[in-house]
C-alpha cells in the first residue's frame, strides 16, 4: 500500500520537543493535524507530496504552542473596546481618559474602563465617584481595577444601580464609604455585582467580535490554547457567544472553560449542568474544564485573606468571601458531580482552606482528580508540603512579579515575599503558567522573562532565589498548563501523536539574556499544523 504524504511539513529549524529526554529536531511532518513525524530537514522534506503545505522555518526556534492556563478571554477582548487605564499614572490621567470618552458618547451611555491601578498612582488612592461625576456627569461611569477585584462608580452609575448609604454590604463584598457614611464609589469583591448587574449585557454579536479579537492577539503572541477562568459570568448567552466563535472561526486558540461554580445548578447534592454533563464534554477546539470557586480577594487590593495583618494596611488581613462549610460544600458538589475544582486563593489563609478542604473532600483522590489553586500567592513551607503531598495544580501568575511586585513589597514586606509567587521553591509541585489577563499583560514570553529575571517593573530585584531556568518556565507555560487541564496526552510538547500546535521564535531562549526574553519576537504560530499567524 502506498504511503501517504503529509498535509504539511515544518522544516528548516531547531525545534525544542521539551518532551521527557529534551529532544530537539530539525522538522516535523503532521497529518491529519497531528505530529506524524520527527527528524532532520532532509528526512521531513522527503515525506511531502505533491499537496504537501510547506513551511520553511528558516532558522526559527520552534517550542510546543503556549497554553494560557488562567485568563479571562470574553473579558480580555471586551476589554480592547473599553478605556484603558493600565498606563495612568495619577488620578487626573483617569479623569483626562474619561473626559475625552464621554465626549463621543451620547448622554446616558455607559463608559467602562478598566486596568487601573491604585498602588501605581501619584496619589495611592482610588478614583471617586466625585471626580468622576465632575467629568462625565451625564453618563453612568464604571471602573474596574487591575486585580479585576474591585471597581469605582460614579454617583449616575450608583441611582441606575439603587447603591446608596442604606445599601448593606453584600456576603464576600464592601460598599466602602466615607466618615458620613455616603459611598465613595468604589465597591470590592462581591460589591461589584450591584453595579455590573445594572450594565446592559453584550450581545452575542459583540460577545463574538470579542473574542476574535481575543484570538488575535493570542495566536499573535503565540498562544495556541486557553483557559478561561471564570466562564458564564459576563453575560447570559455566553457560551453561546464561545459555541459559535469557534464554530465560525472567529475563535482560533484551543478553548476550555472553567465555569462560574455561583450559576452552576445542584442536583442530588452534586453540580449537574443537565443530564450528567460535566468537565471534559466538548471538541479538541472547545470544551468544558472545571468550575472556578473563589475563597478570598485581590493581594494589592488588599482583600487577600492573609494570616497576619497587611504591611501597609495593619488594620486588615484581608477577609473570605464565603464560611468554610460553604467551600467544602461547593468544593463536594463540584467532586460528586464530575467535575474539576479550580478555587482562587491567594492569601496564605484562603490558601489553607483550599487544602484543607480538599484534604477533607477529596484525601487520596486528590491526586487523580486534580484540584487547582489559581493564583495561590503567599506561601509558607507548610501549605507548599501539603500541595506536594496531594498534587494539587498551582496554576499562578508569573507576569505579576514585573506588573505588581512592587506593590506586593509594599503590601506585605520583605519577609512574606520571600514566598509571594514562589517558584523554585514549587519544585516537586505540578506548576501551570498563566497570565490572568487582562490584570496584567498576557504574552506568554513576558510571563516567562518575569519568571526566569525576578525583577520587577522598577527594574528592582523581585526574589532572585525563586528564579528558574527557561527550559522550565517554557514547560510550565506548555506542558504544565496541558496537565491542569487533563490534556498532557495530546498538548504541551512536540511529540508524535499529540497536536501539530507550535510556535516559530525569531531567536532561541536558551541563548538570550533573562531579561530580554520578552522581546522575543513570534514569526508563526500553528494550530493543528496549519499556519494562524505569520509576521
Not at 16 to 24: A, H
Not at 298 to 317: C, H, Q, V
Not at 318 to 330: D, H, I, N
Not at 346 to 362: N, S, W, Y
Request: aromatic fraction near 4%; charge should be positive; hydrophobic fraction near 45%.
Amino acid at each position: 500500500m502506498a504511503r501517504l504524504a503529509p498535509d504539511a511539513i515544518f522544516a528548516g529549524g531547531t525545534v525544542l520537543t521539551l518532551d521527557r529526554r529534551g529532544r530537539t529536531v530539525e522538522a516535523l511532518a503532521v497529518v491529519e493535524g497531528k505530529i506524524a513525524a520527527l527528524g532532520t530537514t532532509r528526512e521531513m522534506r522527503a515525506l511531502a507530496g505533491s499537496r504537501t503545505r510547506k513551511h520553511d522555518l528558516g532558522g526559527a526556534t520552534v517550542v510546543p504552542g503556549f497554553n494560557d492556563a488562567h485568563c479571562h478571554v470574553l473579558a480580555f477582548g471586551l476589554s480592547l473596546l473599553q478605556v484603558d487605564l493600565k498606563p495612568a499614572t495619577g488620578v487626573a490621567e483617569i479623569l483626562a481618559a474619561v473626559r475625552a470618552r464621554a465626549r463621543r458618547t451620547s448622554a446616558g451611555g455607559w463608559i467602562r474602563g478598566h486596568g487601573y491601578n491604585d498602588n501605581k498612582l501619584a496619589e495611592r488612592r482610588h478614583p471617586r465617584r466625585q471626580d468622576l461625576d465632575a467629568v462625565a456627569p451625564a453618563h453612568p461611569v464604571w471602573l474596574l481595577h487591575a486585580s479585576g477585584h474591585m471597581g469605582v462608580a460614579n454617583s449616575a452609575a450608583l441611582r441606575l444601580a439603587g447603591v446608596t448609604r442604606d445599601t448593606a454590604d453584600p456576603q464576600g463584598g464592601v460598599v466602602d464609604r466615607d466618615p458620613h457614611g455616603e459611598p465613595t464609589g468604589l465597591l470590592k469583591e462581591t460589591a461589584q455585582q450591584l453595579v455590573t448587574r445594572a450594565i446592559p449585557a453584550a450581545t452575542v454579536a459583540q460577545a463574538k467580535s470579542a473574542l476574535g479579537a481575543a484570538s488575535r492577539r493570542f495566536v499573535a503572541e503565540g498562544l495556541t490554547s486557553v483557559q478561561d477562568a471564570l466562564a458564564g459570568r459576563l453575560m447570559p448567552r455566553e457560551l453561546e457567544a464561545y459555541q459559535e466563535a469557534s464554530r465560525d472561526g472567529l475563535l482560533a486558540v484551543r478553548t476550555s472553560l472553567l465555569l462560574d461554580a455561583e450559576r452552576l445548578p445542584v442536583a442530588d447534592g452534586a453540580i449537574d449542568w443537565g443530564f450528567g454533563l460535566h468537565g471534559g464534554f466538548g471538541s479538541d477546539r472547545l470544551r468544558l474544564g472545571g468550575v472556578k470557586l473563589f475563597l478570598d480577594g485581590s493581594l494589592i487590593g488588599r482583600t487577600a485573606a492573609l494570616s497576619a495583618p497587611y504591611l501597609s494596611d495593619p488594620d486588615t488581613a484581608g477577609f473570605l468571601l464565603w464560611p468554610e462549610s460553604r467551600v467544602a460544600a461547593q468544593v463536594e458538589r463540584a467532586t460528586r458531580g464530575g467535575w474539576q475544582m479550580g478555587m482562587h486563593a491567594i492569601g496564605d489563609r484562603a490558601i489553607e482552606l483550599a487544602v484543607a478542604t480538599v484534604e477533607r473532600v477529596m484525601g487520596t483522590r486528590a491526586r487523580r482528580l486534580r484540584p487547582r489553586i489559581e493564583h495561590c500567592g503567599v506561601l509558607r513551607p507548610d501549605l507548599i508540603r501539603a500541595i506536594r503531598r496531594r498534587g494539587i495544580v498551582i496554576v499562578t501568575q508569573p507576569r505579576f512579579i514585573a506588573e505588581l511586585g512592587d506593590g506586593f513589597r509594599r503590601a506585605i514586606g520583605e519577609e512574606r515575599l520571600r514566598l509571594c509567587y514562589p517558584l523554585r521553591s514549587l519544585r516537586g509541585c505540578a506548576v501551570a503558567f498563566s497570565s490572568d489577563r487582562p490584570v496584567v499583560d498576557g504574552a506568554p514570553l513576558l510571563g516567562i522573562e518575569a519568571a526566569v529575571s525576578q525583577r520587577t517593573g522598577s527594574g528592582a530585584g523581585y526574589v532572585p532565589g525563586e528564579r528558574i531556568g527557561v527550559l522550565d518556565a517554557l514547560r510550565a507555560y506548555t506542558l504544565g498548563a496541558a496537565y491542569a487541564q487533563f490534556q498532557e496526552s495530546v498538548l504541551g510538547s512536540v511529540e508524535v501523536g499529540k497536536w501539530a500546535d507550535l510556535c516559530a521564535l525569531d531567536g532561541d531562549p536558551r541563548a538570550v539574556s533573562p531579561d530580554r526574553l520578552g522581546r522575543l519576537g513570534v514569526i508563526m504560530t500553528a494550530i493543528g499544523g496549519h499556519v494562524h499567524y505569520r509576521r
